[in-house]
């Protein structure tokens, strides 16, 4: 375990760079257009050049969700959206340490740690991640749920317990329904990231993988999605506004827009929603 230590204090490191730049950049000044790219569905997120402008930590499971929102907020506010991506984990560390950003998107558990750290003015859930079993169009293996990772000479892909709470749930799952052992002998590939399970899985690498079920949505007919069968605890998206928010007016606005009609409807266009097919029932041997 300790081996992996370094790379998560080398991702802090360079979370807190960004944020250091973000802190020593006037407000007033009119910066250069910066873009992010979504890598799977190759759109690009520019922050507009404005005199206004709010820092946005975003968890990377929420970016594509994100960068839907900010170009509709910089479309009808004028003020700009400076990105900040990373893990969760690393990102709420950053923002302990740097003091600096207006808004936190994310997932649970991570809100509720904001608040316990003292760095929460307020927060509303906006959707849903549920894990789910991704697999190749038309479902070649016939997974039809959790216990079906276990047949022998699949080749698997899950999330890393280590870094992902979806790869904390779903160990659990199995560990609960004693599949753990027989899963961990298929497993090919863990990631940190859910978009990296279903890459592997378009190109052919893997049979079947387990993800957050916003990537259904991301990929569209690239993939298919399986209900695991079992219920998961409730995993809510969270907006949080920054008790060090430099502008709180900006940044209210930027939730308003996420938790309105429209915005909900988004998160629930993009699979940031409950909506997994309904379980048949609970496939506890």
């Known amino acids: 375990m300790k081996k992996y230590l370094p790379y998560a204090?080398?991702?802090?490191?360079?979370?807190?760079?960004?944020?250091?730049?973000?802190?020593?950049?006037?407000?007033?000044?009119?910066?250069?257009?910066?873009?992010?790219v979504s890598e799977k569905t190759d759109d690009t997120f520019v922050a507009i050049q404005a005199d206004r402008e709010i820092v946005v930590h975003c968890g990377n499971s929420m970016r594509p969700v994100a960068e839907r929102i900010a170009r509709e907020y910089q479309d009808r506010h004028g003020i700009a959206v400076r990105f900040n991506f990373g893990g969760s984990a690393e990102l709420l560390s950053a923002i302990e340490l740097g003091n600096v950003g207006d808004l936190y998107i994310c997932h649970d558990p991570y809100a509720d740690r904001v608040d316990e750290k003292g760095l929460l003015r307020r927060a509303v859930a906006v959707?849903?991640?549920?894990?789910?079993i991704v697999v190749p169009p038309g479902n070649p293996q016939g997974i039809e749920s959790l216990a079906d990772l276990a047949r022998p000479g699949l080749q698997l892909g899950l999330p890393d317990a280590r870094y992902s709470t979806a790869g904390v749930m779903i160990e659990d799952a199995l560990r609960e329904r004693d599949l753990l052992d027989a899963v961990r002998s298929n497993i090919r590939i863990e990631t940190r990231g859910h978009n990296e399970i279903a890459l592997a899985l378009t190109q052919g690498h893997i049979d079947v993988g387990m993800a957050w079920n916003f990537v259904a949505a991301l990929y569209g007919d690239r993939l298919d999605i399986v209900?695991?069968?079992?219920?998961?605890?409730?995993?809510r998206v969270t907006v949080c506004l920054l008790?060090?928010?430099r502008d709180v007016e900006a940044a209210e606005l930027f939730m308003a827009l996420a938790e309105s009609p429209w915005g909900r409807a988004v998160f629930e266009e993009m699979g940031y929603s409950r909506s997994v097919p309904t379980p048949t029932g609970d496939d506890r041997p």
């Open 9 to 36: 204090g080398f991702a802090l490191v360079l979370i807190l760079i960004v944020i250091v730049g973000l802190r020593s950049r006037p407000k007033s000044t009119t910066p250069p257009p910066s873009e992010t």
């Open 127 to 132: 959707g849903h991640l549920a894990p789910a």
């Open 227 to 235: 209900s695991p069968g079992i219920e998961f605890p409730e995993i």
């Open 243 to 245: 008790e060090h928010a």
